[in-house]
T-cell receptor, first 114, second 115 residues
Framework: AQSVTQLGSHVSVSEGALVLLRCNYSSSVPPYLFWYVQYPNQGLQLLLKYTTGATLVKGINGFEAEFKKSETSFHLTKPSAHMSDAAEYFCAVSEYSGNTPLVFGKGTRLSVIA | KAGVTQTPRYLIKTRGQQVTLSCSPI?????VSWYQQTPGQGLQFLFE???????NKGNFPGRFSGRQFSNSRSEMNVSTLELGDSALYLCASSLATGTGSYEQYFGPGTRLTVT
């Protein structure tokens, strides 16, 4: 069975500082990996996804993530945090082989301090 | 292109009642998935419909059911509501053509409160 672990339920960074949100997954088959962001009282917005090919994936709003198979990780980074980045971030995995449901991590709430 | 829409956005029900939530996917998307989001359990998959057929089902009791219409619109129903059913219910649509691309687009959700 697939699973996702997000280290740190709450991360706080200063405006302009590096953002690093950690995600480790467990999957018995090659995975699809996703990062979603959720703003208060809204649904989930896709930031980026990894399917195959290049292991460094660039997404929207300056975010990127690197797929490391040996570490079973898919950490999300952004070089310089902006106040508007404050939100909840979810890492998710699904099986590469077919249309299987997304399995989400518990989420990491990002706070950005001025 | 319009995004995923969900109605209603907010709902208050009493224990024992039933509720129906609606989801209209992005035009051209044939797959609709439903997720429940709670502070304690996080995001959990309920079920997925593709071309009017349930294709995947999560680990929820039979009180939770759904259906999909020929225009891909979907409804989910919860019968005999319990306090623990209070949650944000999210609908997601996808092309899900089977070629491997599985990008899901989420609606704003329906906030259900059971009193």
């Amino acid at each position: 069975a697939q699973s996702v672990t997000q280290l740190g339920s709450h991360v706080s960074v200063s405006e302009g500082a590096l953002v690093l949100l950690r995600c480790n997954y467990s999957s018995s088959v090659p995975p699809y990996l996703f990062w979603y962001v959720q703003y208060p009282n809204q649904g989930l917005q896709l930031l980026l996804k990894y399917t195959t090919g290049a292991t460094l994936v660039k997404g929207i709003n300056g975010f990127e993530a690197e797929f490391k198979k040996s570490e079973t990780s898919f950490h999300l980074t952004k070089p310089s945090a902006h106040m508007s980045d404050a939100a909840e971030y979810f890492c998710a995995v699904s099986e590469y082989s077919g249309n299987t449901p997304l399995v989400f991590g518990k989420g990491t709430r990002l706070s950005v301090i001025a | 292109k319009a995004g995923v829409t969900q109605t209603p956005r907010y709902l208050i029900k009493t224990r024992g009642q039933q509720v129906t939530l609606s989801c209209s996917p992005i035009s051209g998307h044939r797959s609709v998935s439903w997720y429940q989001q709670t502070p304690g359990q996080g995001l959990q998959f309920l079920f997925e419909y593709f071309s009017e057929t349930q294709r995947n089902k999560g680990n929820f009791p039979g009180r939770f059911s759904g259906r999909q219409f020929s225009n891909s619109r979907s409804e989910m129903n919860v019968s005999t509501l319990e306090l623990g059913d209070s949650a944000l219910y999210l609908c997601a649509s996808s092309l899900a053509t089977g070629t491997g691309s599985y990008e899901q687009y989420f609606g704003p959700g329906t906030r259900l409160t059971v009193t």
